[in-house]
């Protein structure tokens, strides 16, 4: 008789928390704050980058009080463990019980996807600033997920193939990691430098968390080559720097990176070895143009440290959602104009110190800097650029509709032209 | 949990008696009306403690009545969601063909593993089983072509009729009663009896002359099938998989909802998957510490209450009559 008597008191709680929580929901519907879930990763194996991803969201909101459009702004943070099945459930939380108006947010690929796919059914706005799956805003592009002030994966290997072009490199090597984001950048790269005439000699594809590249760099120092380009991230990238210096490879062959592989988050752990090495991006916070220099100086300033990618990109993803926001008079309920306003918006004052805007597909067109790692006087390094490639897309100098007939990169396609 | 009532009534219902179909129609009648009360988030999360509940028992019918531990079952699981969302999006098959492919691929998995694992028992059994679940996490990440890698597959696999999160809800609540009725069955049939013999006495059960690899084969299997039935609905209800869902992590979940819940009670294992949703819920709305807030929560339980919720709550009238 207990469990029966267990049973009643049970749904009967339940049935009060129900009837408790309905008016609370239904009250919070009307105009209020602008609520923004933010997803990252705060735990797991890039909780690092993660915690930088929610110091970008704050220092801008902190620059502008809180406010957006004179509206009050409310963060949802979430952790979503590095784990796709985790980033599904706290969007499904931050859509369904936090009622908020947009996401932002997540740093790996495979829960962008996730969460991507989720918000596909529900309408909500997600934006993501880190997310570089080329395919978000290409062959299976969702409306209302919109990569502001983010970039896709083979956006800047493609000006990176030309430029290895032009230093006269004709063969090059290939290391990365085995997942998607290499494939895509590594097929960036092998595709546009192939077509004009350069030659891929060998991929390189390694699981991640590498502790011991000495396989690798054994066969690569055998090679013939006038370059290597490597994609690796977080301590990955770190582990190959020091290792391609330590094999005496620093000195003999040139290595280009993803820039992801001199990111801030790698090079502020990285010494003299991480010197020279060239990498493509829209951000340089080495450039000289004021905008950055004030942001980065600023950043420096309360945070202790250069800002990374991560923290970059979720503050000026913040600022596209501001300005896209003081447009439309803060109206964000109305999520088809949000969208709209957001993918018409010219982002004037962002740390890049020029304007951005998006193509017809939800992706910005950049700038894209060729940066060298220099030694800054402080003794820090930092990536100052050397050559710039003006209005990038993603689709590099390809029409978008035959670019993208050709299939995804992948580990068996990597765009190149055979001889 | 149905066994100790029943004096006053001899009617029997399906194999139980009239009081044990009258509880369970009540707490089924219970679970339905959950909708009613709740958010479409919160009906979310009561789809998913049914379906790793379902998980959670499959484990319980080796753990809590072969007495193996299996650290595999994560992987069964997860093969059976990657095949329902590999053939509904790659293949095209309808979402009932994909469901049925699914359940058999868990099963024939499960096959593979229990010819493998059979012959051990205790740290052994756990130890391959783990080695086994990692095999199949290893070619989920690699093999790119098929699963996606790290990216995974996804799509919209859910039948059109189920979309709206209630229907979907009680569409798992049906599967899942007629799962747990017929895995209730399977642990008190005689053959279930025989698994409980190999658990407390693996040479006296031979030496009575039954084939103990036989029916521990059988029931790794049975169990697989219960965990690919699971994976398919979570295919359902998450349309999206990757490596994570085959991780070593999704098998240690199954086994701490089966412990929380308490091992060898079956519908335990309900309580536990409920247990550990709603804290993951609750705690990391407040903390990013929340893993921490759960691993000293399974401490406590360990301590305070060993045989589980349901096995402690069990107790308790029994200490009253003493």
């Excluded at chain 2, 998980?55 to 069964?76: E, K, P, V, W, Y």
Aim: glycine share 10%; aromatic share 10%; hydrophobic share 45%.
């Amino acid at each position: 008789m207990d469990r029966r008597r267990f049973l009643k008191t049970t749904t009967a709680a339940l049935a009060a928390m129900g009837a408790g929580t309905a008016p609370w929901r239904s009250a919070i519907a009307q105009a209020g704050p602008i609520k923004i879930g933010v997803l990252a990763p705060l735990t797991g194996v890039v909780a690092s980058g993660g915690k930088e991803m929610v110091e970008g969201v704050q220092f801008y909101l902190g620059q502008v009080n809180n406010e957006m459009a004179g509206r009050k702004v409310e963060l949802a943070i979430e952790d979503d463990a590095s784990n796709p099945d985790t980033a599904l459930q706290k969007a499904r939380r931050l859509v369904e019980q936090g009622n908020c108006h947009m996401l932002i947010g997540n740093l790996l690929a495979n829960t962008g996807l996730a969460v991507a796919n989720y918000v596909k059914g529900t309408g909500t706005p997600y934006f993501i600033p880190i997310i570089a799956a080329d395919d978000l805003t290409q062959r299976q592009r969702i409306k209302n997920v919109i990569r502001i002030a983010g970039y896709s994966a083979s956006e800047f290997t493609h000006p990176l193939g030309d430029w290895a072009l032009k230093q006269g490199y004709r063969k090059i090597a290939t290391v990365s990691q085995d997942y998607t984001f290499g494939h895509e950048q590594c097929g960036g790269l092998a595709q546009v430098f192939t077509e004009g005439g350069g030659e891929i000699v060998q991929q390189f594809w390694h699981p991640l968390n590498t502790a011991d590249f000495s396989p690798y760099l054994g066969q690569l120092a055998d090679l013939k080559i006038d370059a290597i380009f490597t994609m690796e991230t977080g301590a990955d990238a770190t582990r190959f720097i020091q290792q391609y210096a330590s094999f005496g490879l620093k000195a003999k062959t040139p290595l280009l990176a993803a820039m992801n592989g001199t990111d801030q988050s790698v090079v502020r752990t990285l010494g003299d070895d991480c010197e020279g090495i060239v990498s493509p991006a829209h951000f340089a916070e080495g450039s000289d143009n004021q905008v950055t220099q004030k942001f980065v100086r600023e950043y420096e300033a309360k945070y202790g440290k250069i800002p990374s990618l991560y923290g970059f990109s979720m503050y000026s993803g913040m600022m596209w959602i501001d300005a896209a926001l003081k447009k439309m008079d803060g109206k964000v309920e109305d999520r088809e104009a949000l969208i709209e306003a957001v993918l018409k918006t010219e982002l004037d004052g962002s740390p890049l110190g020029k304007s951005v805007k998006l193509d017809a597909f939800g992706n910005p067109i950049y700038d894209v800097y060729i940066r060298k790692v220099i030694k800054r006087a402080d003794g820090k390094f930092w990536n100052v650029p050397t050559t710039t490639y003006p209005a990038v897309s993603q689709f590099w100098k390809y029409d978008p509709e035959t670019y993208m007939k050709q299939p995804p990169y992948s580990r068996t396609f990597q765009g190149i032209k055979k001889a | 949990m149905m066994n100790a009532r029943s004096s006053f009534v001899s009617a029997r219902v399906a194999g139980m008696t009239g009081g044990d179909a009258s509880i369970a129609a009540i707490i089924v009648a219970a679970a339905a009306a959950l909708p009613l009360v709740l958010s479409t988030y919160q009906v979310g999360l009561a789809t998913e403690v049914l379906i790793f509940g379902i998980l959670a028992m499959s484990i319980d019918i080796l753990g809590g009545f072969a007495g193996r531990t299996s650290l595999g079952h994560g992987a069964i699981f997860g093969v059976s969601t990657y095949v329902v969302i590999y053939a509904s999006v790659q293949a095209g098959l309808p979402p009932a063909a994909a469901f049925a492919l699914g359940v058999l691929a868990a099963t024939l998995i499960a096959a593979i593993f229990a010819l493998l694992a059979v012959r051990t028992s205790g740290v052994y059994f756990l130890l391959l089983t783990l080695a086994l679940g990692m095999i199949v996490w290893g070619i989920c990440l690699r093999w790119t072509q098929v699963t996606g890698g790290e990216n995974g597959i996804r799509g919209d696999v859910r039948p059109v009729i189920l979309l709206a999160h209630n229907r979907f809800y009680w569409a798992v609540l049906a599967g899942a009663a007629v799962v747990t009725y017929a895995m209730w069955r399977f642990v008190r049939s005689p053959f279930g009896l025989t698994l409980r013999g190999i658990r407390d006495s693996e040479s006296r059960m031979r030496s009575l002359g039954y084939n103990v690899p036989l029916h521990l084969f059988i029931g790794f299997t049975a169990s697989g099938f219960f965990a690919g039935v699971a994976g398919a609905l979570y295919a359902m209800f998450n349309n999206f998989v990757s490596p994570s869902t085959v991780g070593l992590a999704q098998s240690v979940e199954g086994v701490l909802m089966m412990v929380a819940g308490g091992v060898g009670t079956l519908f335990g294992s309900f309580v536990g998957a409920a247990a550990i949703i709603a804290l993951e819920n609750i705690v990391s709305a407040h903390t990013e510490r929340w893993q921490m807030v759960l691993g000293i929560t399974f401490i406590l339980i360990m301590i305070f209450a060993p045989e589980g919720i349901i096995g402690k709550l069990r107790a308790i009238p029994a200490r009253k009559v003493r």
